[in-house]
């Protein structure tokens, strides 16, 4: 304001005209003005950059912050990534090795075999299959527990492993089962000797627990061949040999023929006829008369079973009792023959004067049923014999596992009354110190011995030491399978009262005994035929 006011001052002291007033007072604001504009523009200019300056760093720093969460991501990434292969990884192996041998399982077994069918026949060698399986592995399990079976698992791997090449594949299948699968084995002979020296490792003593145990097994072997059309069949034919080792006692090699296969299915076919002939109720029994032979009297009779078969007649046990046991149809059957038999021989007391011996074969399955003892004295009362008369047949292969509980069976078995008979002595797992530990009543002398006295002394003195052994032990003895007059004549010799065999009589249905209990053997004494012997003491024997 005081410059316009000098200004002013100044035109109108000075008398300058208007229109050069105008232009000096442009003039002067100009002069006033071009200063401020250029300091305006300048301050414009540094802001704009300064604004310009400020949104690139804002979008660098953007960029930078970008470009460290990609950064990160893909470190997350990358991570993640490895954690996933690593839990692949992982899952890949649990999927084709076995946790507790850490040996490959059965999945790669199988996809290795079926790799190997694809891709033909090796040009330098034959491809075979060895199955292991353990024959006593339960009873490891039994005695010491899982963890000291799981121990034996890893010892039997770790024998096989290194008895085999590395190209090799030992696996174990299941349980108590391994398999090596032999990509090159040259021949099937080297893949058996290399079996039969795995069974010679596999044998050796493992210490267990403190105890020194030896272990026991049975192998199949297979060529794995392009007949094969995939690995079940492969696989099922290896454990049909399998299955014929243990069959024909175990500890043994049996390589896989074309004949196995067709007897697994003749044995197939056959469990089916058993089964339908149980429906169809085929089966009867038989009976063959126990024997004084001091005067040829009638002690007793044992039950045999028979089939009556719709197309063979009459079939032996030898033929079905074995399939049953494998299958479990001996316990149905089993328990129906026992039923049957106390039922017939309360009809054969009914007709006869005194007491007759009924024995009757038990199988082991029947044994292991809870309620064996219980169905036995529902059997006795409602046949309503009398148990002193039954007299139960077992074999010795029962007493080689759970001693305790056997012991306290048999116990329960006597508490009824009833008596316990030891079939085909000699032959199975005899033992001294089951005469001790278990009650019973006979000892049946098996009928190979019988037979082989005349031919082999050693045979005799078995005989003589068996009818020792029970008259020492306060036990029956009875013989089977006496056929002649000269083996009748031993056993009398050495003390043998009791005996059956087709010298006296065949098995027979329930009426031709009847009739036979009736008569009397042909040469019996007179005084005994019509009536039945009841056994005087051993004291009184030969």
């Given amino acids: 304001m005081r410059f316009f006011g000098w200004y002013l001052n100044f035109v109108h002291h000075a008398r300058i005209p208007m229109p050069v007033e105008v232009v000096l007072l442009v003039a002067v604001l100009l002069g006033a003005l071009i200063p401020l504009a250029i300091l305006l523009y300048r301050r414009e200019t540094r802001s704009r950059r300064s604004m310009k300056l400020q949104d690139e760093e804002k979008r660098l720093s953007q960029a930078l912050e970008a470009q460290r969460v990609t950064t990160l991501r893909n470190e997350a990434l990358t ?4 954690e996933r292969q690593k839990t692949e990884a992982k899952l890949k192996h649990l999927a084709y090795h076995d946790p507790v041998t850490g040996l490959r399982n059965r999945a790669y077994l199988t996809e290795e075999i079926q790799s190997l069918l694809h891709k033909g026949p090796s040009p330098t060698g034959v491809i075979v299959l060895l199955y292991i399986d353990l024959d006593n592995f339960k009873t490891v399990n039994d005695m010491l527990g899982h963890r000291y079976g799981d121990v034996m698992l890893q010892e039997i791997g770790k024998r096989i492993q290194a008895a085999v090449r590395d190209e090799d594949v030992v696996a174990r299948v299941g349980g108590d089962e391994f398999g090596v699968l032999m990509r090159n084995a040259q021949s099937v002979d080297r893949a058996f000797r290399l079996a039969q020296r795995l069974l010679t490792l596999i044998e050796e003593q493992i210490d267990l627990a403190g105890l020194a145990f030896t272990p026991a097994a049975s192998i199949g072997l297979c060529r794995v061949q392009q007949d094969c059309t995939s ?8 454990d049909l040999a399998l299955y014929r080792a243990k069959r024909e006692g175990g500890s043994r090699v049996v390589i896989f023929d074309s004949t196995i296969h ?15 002939a149980i429906s169809n109720k085929e089966f009867v029994l038989f009976y063959q008369p126990l024997i004084d032979m001091r005067d040829h009297s009638i002690y007793g009779v044992e039950a045999l079973i028979r089939w009556n078969h719709p197309r063979k007649g009459i079939v032996g046990p030898y033929e079905f009792i074995s399939l049953m046991e494998e299958s479990g149809q001996i316990v149905e059957v089993g328990a129906w023959g026992l039923k049957q038999a106390c039922e017939d021989h309360k009809k054969m ?26 169905t036995l004295r529902e059997t006795l009362i409602e046949s309503n014999i009398k148990p002193a008369s039954l007299q139960l047949e077992l074999t ?23 008596k316990i008979a030891f079939d085909d002595f000699g032959t199975g797992y005899s033992s001294l110190s089951y005469m001790e530990r278990y009650p019973i009543d006979t000892l049946k ?5 019988v037979r082989r006295m005349r031919e082999s002394p050693l045979n005799r003195d078995i005989v003589r030491f068996i ?42 249905p329930l009426d031709q005994i009847i009739g036979l209990l009736e008569r009397g053997l042909p040469n019996a004494k007179k005084e005994t035929k019509g009536r039945l012997f009841r056994i005087p003491a051993r004291t009184e024997m030969v």
Avoid at 79 to 82: H, I, N, S
Avoid at 400 to 413: C, H, K, M, N, P
Avoid at 445 to 449: E, G, L, V
Avoid at 482 to 507: D, K, M, N, W
């Fill in 79 to 82: 991570l993640e990534v490895r």
């Fill in 231 to 238: 690995p079940d069949v492969v696989l099922r034919n290896v």
């Fill in 262 to 276: 067709e007897e697994a299915l003749a044995t197939m076919r056959a469990k089916q006829e058993i089964k339908s």
């Fill in 349 to 374: 007391q009914e007709l006869l004067d005194g007491n007759l011996v009924l024995s009757v074969n038990v199988s082991a399955r029947q044994l292991e049923l809870s309620d064996f003892v219980s």
């Fill in 396 to 418: 010795e292969s029962i007493l080689a596992s759970e001693t305790a509980r056997i012991g306290a069976l048999f116990q329960e078995i006597r508490s009824l009354g009833v």
């Fill in 445 to 449: 002398i098996d009928q190979t011995f």
């Fill in 467 to 508: 009818v020792q052994l029970a008259h020492a032990s306060g036990t029956n003895v009875t013989a089977e399978g006496v056929e002649t007059a000269h083996e009748e004549t031993e056993l009398l010799s050495l003390g043998c009262a009791i005996a059956q065999g087709y010298l006296f009589s065949r098995p027979v």
